[in-house]
């Protein structure tokens, strides 16, 4: 089933979602500080169309940067922000020449600074990402263009040089994906063929789809738990609920039943003990 329209949901509606999102990592963040929303403004919303976050965890020391990373529908690009010092800064405003502000909410409440949005081209209409544990590379998936994009980070300097190494191709519709640092598995949720693709990862390249994981209806987003063991998915379809999977055998294991609601992200505490969905309730797209 093609759903073209999943694509052109209000921004408001996707970055109202983050904060479920944010749920497992201010659990694992340093106690210092944890992350609550992003949120674009003015023309941004319209040029960059962000449609997921991923912030780069680090223990945190006052010379470091926190990366922040972002896949834009509107302009098919990765974005990417360096944060200074995250302890010290509570929001950050993007260039004026850009006509935007990009607003990024701590647990702290100093002054605002100016920040750099730095794009990589990715492919087409990117709408997920994640990043590998040491931060050398990002993933995304693009709804477009039906696959994933490997993007390589390198420092020069104080410059951070951003490129794609490797496209993999997956199924119709990547709307989510999820990387295990336990296996250097690469989980892609495919809405378009109601599928999860496997891949296998490879530092060198030549990463490619190992299996495929059949058996869903409308898969939304996909989670894998912190061991590396189970996988989550929740579906678009009311009623559906989320499916387990055994990483191990790629089969589905069981099912979480829900009320007769639209479910979206999913986000797992580090022990795997509580599994937070967010839920669509009515056809303005609030939950």
Request: charged fraction near 20%.
């Amino acid at each position: 089933m093609t759903n073209r329209k999943f694509s052109r949901k209000r921004i408001g509606q996707v970055l109202g979602l983050l904060v479920l999102s944010f749920a497992l990592i201010a659990n694992a963040a340093p106690a210092t500080w944890t992350v609550s929303a992003v949120f674009f403004f003015g023309a941004a919303a319209q040029s960059y169309q962000p449609k997921e976050l991923r912030v780069a965890y680090r223990v945190i020391e006052e010379v470091e940067p926190i990366s922040v990373y972002f896949p834009n529908a509107g302009n098919n690009t990765l974005g990417i922000i360096e944060l200074p010092a995250a302890a010290s800064m509570a929001a950050a405003t993007a260039p004026q020449a850009t006509g935007s502000q990009f607003a990024l909410l701590l647990n702290q409440a100093p002054p605002q600074v100016k920040v750099q949005v730095k794009t990589v081209p990715v492919g087409t209409e990117p709408h997920s990402v994640d990043i590998t544990p040491d931060g050398s590379r990002a993933f995304v998936g693009n709804f477009g263009s039906g696959d994933v994009s490997v993007v390589e980070f390198k420092r020069q300097g104080d410059e951070l040089e951003a490129k794609v190494v490797e496209t993999i191709k997956v199924g119709r519709q990547p709307t989510s994906l999820d990387f295990d640092p336990n296996s250097n598995k690469l989980y892609v949720n495919n809405f378009g063929d109601s599928n999860v693709s496997v891949i296998d990862v490879k530092a060198t390249g030549g990463s490619q789809v190992v299996a495929t994981i059949r058996g869903f209806r409308e898969p939304i987003f996909v989670r894998i738990s912190p061991d590396g063991k189970r996988g989550y998915v929740s579906s678009q379809r009311r009623g559906e609920g989320v499916a387990v999977f055994d990483t191990a055998t790629n089969t589905i294991t069981g099912r979480i039943a829900l009320p007769d609601v639209e479910l979206r992200r999913l986000a797992l505490s580090p022990d795997s003990k509580r599994l937070y969905v967010a839920v669509r309730t009515d056809i303005s797209g609030t939950g």
